[in-house]
């Protein structure tokens, strides 16, 4: 796809989600690292952060919802992801290599296990504070747990859930960028090769690059949870 149609599409994509400002945030953003030669590193970037944070909701969303229904579960895995969210981002790329080796397979491997433990707890926090009123109104309806779940907790939950989703594409991105050191692309190589050269103007260029791309994703996605958020809640 042409850079020039693909910005477009972007463009329009984040219009529908977020309005004028987002969508015009995105064409400006998109035109502007096109102008930098920075579009084959920016959707090397996306592309990982994509793939990454769908992966990381595929495991992490169902696990949340488990630690949710499950108080056992949650007492003996909360301190697991405790542990996770407080290890520093570099010790996550140890494990990928031996599996994986240098390139992007470990990026990714590593950015998924980075970013899943905010949509985990999230999820699992906005079920527990679904209001008890509503839980024994479907209780008293004859509501399976099944239906209760799919037809009360998760759509009273879903801006909660959207909150984690916003904070797990956030840690892909980030890690993404680290990764560059075990052989991803993106833009995150871009920064490691100008601190290997000492180029200042490239380094800089490339990070404004990562801040664009991390302002439009932010923006996107906090679009979508306002969508979610239940009319005349704060």
């Known amino acids: ?5 693909a910005i477009i599409a972007a463009s329009a ?11 015009l945030l995105t064409l400006g953003g998109l035109l502007f690292l ?21 992966a990381a909701l595929l495991i992490g969303i169902p696990v949340g919802i488990w630690f949710a229904l499950s108080r056992r579960a949650w007492r003996t895995f909360s301190p697991v992801l405790d542990m996770m969210q407080t290890l520093p981002s570099f010790v996550y790329l140890i494990p990928a290599l031996p599996f994986f080796g240098l390139g992007a397979v470990s990026a990714c491997f590593a950015t998924i296990v980075f970013s899943v433990p905010p949509v985990i707890r999230l999820t699992a926090l906005g079920i527990r504070n679904v209001p008890t009123e ?6 008293a309806f004859g509501s399976s747990a ?3 779940l799919f037809k009360v907790q998760l759509p009273l939950a879903l801006p909660t859930i959207m909150a984690g989703v916003n904070q797990t594409m956030m840690l892909a991105l980030s890690m993404v960028v680290i990764a560059a050191m075990i052989g991803a692309g993106g833009l995150g190589r871009a920064v490691w ?18 801040v664009i791309v991390a302002v439009i994703l932010d923006r996107a996605t906090q679009a979508l949870a306002a969508k979610a958020r239940p009319h005349g809640s704060a």
């Open 1 to 5: 796809m042409p850079p020039w149609l």
């Open 13 to 23: 994509l984040t219009y529908k989600i977020g309005g004028r400002k987002v969508g």
């Open 34 to 54: 096109w102008n930098l030669r920075l579009w084959q590193a920016t959707v090397e970037t996306l592309v990982l952060v994509i793939l990454a944070t769908i």
């Open 134 to 139: 509503l839980v024994e109104a479907s209780d």
């Open 146 to 148: 099944t239906q209760k």
């Open 193 to 210: 090769q100008s601190i290997q050269r000492l180029e200042a103007g490239a380094g800089f260029e490339a990070g404004i690059g990562i």
